[in-house]
């Protein structure tokens, strides 16, 4: 399958411990976005990298929040100290550098924040 | 707040009607995408519509854009049950470095 994946497909964790999440881009896209759904939303924006440079992050990305792209391929997503309101979805998109318009999505992660 | 915002909420046909879903946005875009989301699963990309273009056709989507209304229609024809799912407009903004802002969705059933 070389399609985006992520890892694990579903966290089940405890408030205040923390979690790391793991997306494995298209080879060779050089654009990662990760965004996170709650429950009846759509996707909302976090960050995004082009290539290991992390250019923009949204005001949800709070100071729990960190993403890494060390070597421009796969990415990181660490939330510490996890509450209860950081149960969702977390999505994982990327795109190439010929075509930054489409974006390819991930099967998302599902973190439960007990 | 999301940019989009799709019509209806909820949208029930039976097999081999089609399916006419709305999205209304408020500032500048680049383009306009809608995608797929089967139940706790990722998103599909269905079909991109840039800020100059009317209309696109792909299989059995067909989108339009009207600017002016800031506002953009999706209609599946002749649906199956296995269109059944959520499906989102999003927005790419002018200088929004190609992010998206996705509306909250739109159900839909199609029956058997």
């Known amino acids: 399958d070389t399609g985006v994946s992520q890892d694990p497909r579903h966290k089940i964790t405890k408030r205040g411990q923390n979690v790391t999440f793991r997306c494995d881009p298209i080879s060779e896209h050089n654009r990662l976005y990760w965004y996170r759904q709650t429950l009846g939303q759509g996707p909302e924006f976090l960050t995004y990298?082009?290539?290991?440079?992390?250019?923009?992050k949204s005001r949800l990305l709070s100071d729990r929040f960190s993403a890494e792209r060390p070597k421009g391929s796969f990415s990181t997503l660490e939330i510490q100290r996890t509450e209860q309101g950081d149960s969702a979805m977390y999505l994982c998109a990327s795109t190439p550098e010929t075509d930054t318009d489409t974006q390819y999505f991930g099967p998302g992660t599902r973190l439960t924040v007990l | 707040s999301q940019q989009g915002e799709e019509d209806p909420q909820a949208l029930s046909i039976q097999e081999g009607e089609n399916a006419t879903m709305n999205c209304s946005y408020k500032?500048?875009?680049?383009?306009l995408q809608w995608y797929r989301q089967n139940s706790g699963r990722g998103l599909v990309h269905l079909i991109l519509?840039?800020?100059?273009?009317r209309e696109k056709h792909s299989g059995r989507l067909r989108v339009t854009l009207d600017t002016s209304k800031k506002s953009s229609s999706l209609l599946i024809t002749a649906s199956r049950a296995a269109d059944t799912a959520s499906y989102f407009c999003?927005?790419?903004?002018?200088?929004?470095?190609?992010?998206?802002?996705f509306g909250k969705g739109i159900t839909l059933s199609v029956r058997p």
């Open positions: 500032t500048s875009i680049n383009n």
């Open positions: 519509i840039r800020s100059n273009e």
């Open positions: 990298f082009q290539n290991e440079a992390q250019l923009e």
């Open positions: 999003a927005t790419d903004l002018t200088g929004a470095n190609s992010k998206l802002t």
